[in-house]
């Protein structure tokens, strides 16, 4: 909600917490969310990773992150070949892309918001850290939202964001989803949050600020990675 204010948002900006933020989101999947796909691929499979025959099919759960990374891919594509190739058409394929993006944006806010409500067995720092990367995760994706909609954004798009977040944490609370069905869920978020992270900080993003992206990569690497220590230690 505070990202459609726009004294938030030029703080945001002027200091470069969305490089921080995209920093945060990379270190959150590659240190914490990757690792944890290992792990319930093995049990998901009942073959360790040792083990492992190479066979394509053989990894559903990385299929599944990676069909994340091309599913959000995709949608900007098509957007930015059907506005660039028939000015004609600009209007209506962006109304419906539009519907997409908010409808798309709604679910992934849902499934985390459900994965969040859901993860028994961790430790409050752990929590504390995963909700404090998430909330950075939703100013990169504000961030991508805002510079394509501009208007829209502040007018739609985040609404949907915040009713998908509400209604995600109560399905998390009155809803019980197969195990089988939550590793999939989490996968492909892990493929999302990748894609969005890196693709705004790709070398034509408009905010600029590498040494504040690797700020957030190393900072969070080393907090995610402190974490069990922490718990066992105290």
Request: glycine share 8%; net charge positive; hydrophobic share 45%.
């Amino acid at each position: 909600m505070l990202c459609g204010k726009k004294k938030w948002w030029d703080f945001f900006e002027a200091h470069g917490w969305i490089s921080f933020s995209a920093g945060a989101s990379v270190a959150y999947v590659f240190i914490h969310v990757f690792p944890d796909i290992s792990i319930l691929q093995q049990q998901f499979r009942g073959i360790p990773s040792h083990e492992y025959n190479g066979r394509f099919f053989s990894q559903p759960l990385y299929l599944t992150a990676l069909a994340g990374i091309c599913l959000p891919y995709l949608i900007d594509t098509l957007e930015l070949n059907y506005t660039n190739n028939d000015k004609k058409c600009h209007k209506q394929v962006h109304q419906s892309i539009f519907g997409v993006r908010k409808l798309f944006y709604t679910l992934y806010n849902m499934m985390l918001a459900y994965m969040i409500m859901n993860r028994h067995g961790e430790g409050v720092l752990n929590m504390n850290i995963i909700v404090i990367v998430l909330a950075m995760h939703f100013i990169v994706i504000n961030a991508n939202f805002k510079e394509m909609y501009n208007d829209l954004f502040k007018r739609y798009i985040r609404w949907f964001a915040v009713l998908g977040l509400i209604f995600g944490g109560i399905l998390g609370k009155t809803v019980t989803v197969p195990d089988f069905i939550v590793a999939y869920i989490f996968s492909l978020l892990g493929g999302v949050i990748t894609y969005t992270a890196l693709k705004e900080e790709l070398p034509k993003t408009s905010h600029r600020a590498p040494f504040h992206f690797l700020a957030g990569v190393v900072c969070f690497a080393l907090l995610i990675m402190s974490a069990p220590y922490y718990g066992q230690t105290h």
